[in-house]
């Protein structure tokens, strides 16, 4: 299929997604949800893709969420975060953990809110020198969503999972492979090559024995994936729903520093 946000190709095993909407370094919105929902439930699931790569075109893995675009509204007329976390972001990411084949993020450039979540829902991480990674929901009033609260402490402990989380603050590709949350950084210029070469091996490697360890593993790390998704859903439509959250798009869409009241 032809994807307007998105593009599928699929050559010797491999699956390669790349997220592409460059001139907003691949934010999402509703339309790019449904296409890459598409993609990773139905292309990236067939038997005959053996791995899965994803990586974003342009100077960009993905800034997040498009605020500029904002969120469908519910009928009383506020965001309607709840049903597009349920419907398009949410299965997304438990889609890319339940393949039953390894997902590799080539993360080539800013990796921010559900666009680090996204890398984070990989098997295997490889950041460009060049990239970093935010949980840069609390910077307009928001909580890290897109699986981020579950996968970001099972990788880095307690306390940096509270500093990302409520600092929002960069991390970059070296102090990610430090707290472990990528599993290599590699030089720009030989990123893809070498994101590629991997994907490759792992194509012609033993499918079900991935397969399984995949499955065992997210047993003991992520027990209850889906119960964490609908608790971030439940709180990120109540937050979205607040005055700090208006305060804070209208503050980011304007560049200024946003006054937050609690409320």
């Known amino acids: 299929m032809s994807y307007e946000t998105v593009i599928w190709e699929q050559a010797e095993g491999v699956g390669r997604i790349t997220l592409n909407r460059p001139d907003s370094l691949n934010a999402w919105t509703a339309g790019f949800g449904r296409d890459l929902k598409q993609v990773i439930t139905a292309d990236a699931a067939d038997a005959s893709v053996r791995t899965v790569l994803i990586t974003g075109a342009g ?3 993905s800034s997040g969420a498009d605020l500029k675009e904002g969120f469908e509204p519910a009928a ?10 349920h419907e398009l972001y949410h299965p997304i990411i438990a889609g890319v953990r339940r393949l039953e084949k390894p997902v590799v993020a080539a993360v080539n450039g800013p990796a921010v809110g559900i666009g680090a979540s996204l890398a984070f829902a990989a098997d295997l991480v490889l950041a460009a020198e060049s990239a970093f990674f935010g949980l840069a929901f609390v910077n307009i009033g928001l909580m890290p969503d897109g699986g981020s609260t579950l996968f970001v402490p099972a990788a880095v402990g307690k306390a940096r999972a509270f500093q990302m989380a409520l600092l929002g603050e960069r991390v970059s590709a070296q102090q990610a492979l430090e707290w472990g949350l990528v599993n290599r950084v590699i030089p720009d210029d030989r990123l893809m090559d070498e994101a590629g070469a991997l994907a490759q091996r792992l194509a012609r490697g033993p499918t079900r024995s991935y397969a399984s360890s995949k499955q065992a593993l997210n047993r003991m790390l992520y027990p209850d994936l889906d119960g964490q998704l609908d608790l971030e859903a439940e709180l990120q439509h109540a937050l979205a ?5 208006r305060e804070g798009v209208a503050a980011f869409v304007e560049k200024r520093q946003p006054a937050f009241e609690g409320g």
């Open 59 to 61: 100077r960009g893995f």
């Open 76 to 85: 009383d007329g506020m965001p309607d975060v709840r049903k597009e976390l």
């Open 241 to 245: 729903r607040t005055r700090d959250f």
